[in-house]
């Protein structure tokens, strides 16, 4: 259990069909089609993706009672991770310890929505406002700083 709810992944089958179905169409991009990483619809749907699952993420701390911190934890595991999986299973260093701008959009949609709550209109917020961020991040090459 985490947050106090079972994990949905471990007791239905449903997700991992669709994990193990995305990482085959991504092993065939990948060994068939070089450089989808740069291709704008795989740019989308992975921001997509990311913005979704930190703001399930935020939800499920929101919801639990957690604090600020246990927030912003749930909302970035629940977002990096699936991409750190997919990146290890095709020989990638997973993409958010690069120093590109990609963590640090679940760390604000997780801030945002622990200050503001959850409600239609601030999801739509985040949903909005995490894409649009993160791809005027990728347009304008930001980075983090390196220490």
């Known amino acids: 259990m985490v947050a106090g709810r079972e994990i949905f992944a471990f007791s239905n089958i449903y997700p991992g069909v669709v994990v193990f179905t995305v990482i085959l169409v991504s092993a065939y991009f990948k060994l068939y089609k070089k450089d989808i ?53 095709i020989n990638e260093i997973p993409f958010f310890l690069s120093r590109s701008f990609y963590a640090s959009i679940s760390i604000i949609i997780g801030v945002f929505l622990y200050f503001f709550g959850v409600n239609y209109f601030n999801m739509l917020f985040a949903f909005i406002a995490g894409i649009v961020l993160r791809l005027y991040a990728l347009k304008k090459d930001f980075h983090l700083p390196r220490f």
């Open 37 to 89: 990483e740069k291709k704008f619809i795989f740019i989308l749907s992975d921001t997509i993706g990311l913005v979704s699952f930190s703001i399930s993420g935020a939800i499920v701390g929101l919801n639990s009672g957690f604090n600020i911190f246990g927030v912003v934890f749930l909302s970035l595991i629940t977002a990096v991770g699936g991409g750190v999986l997919r990146d290890i299973l």
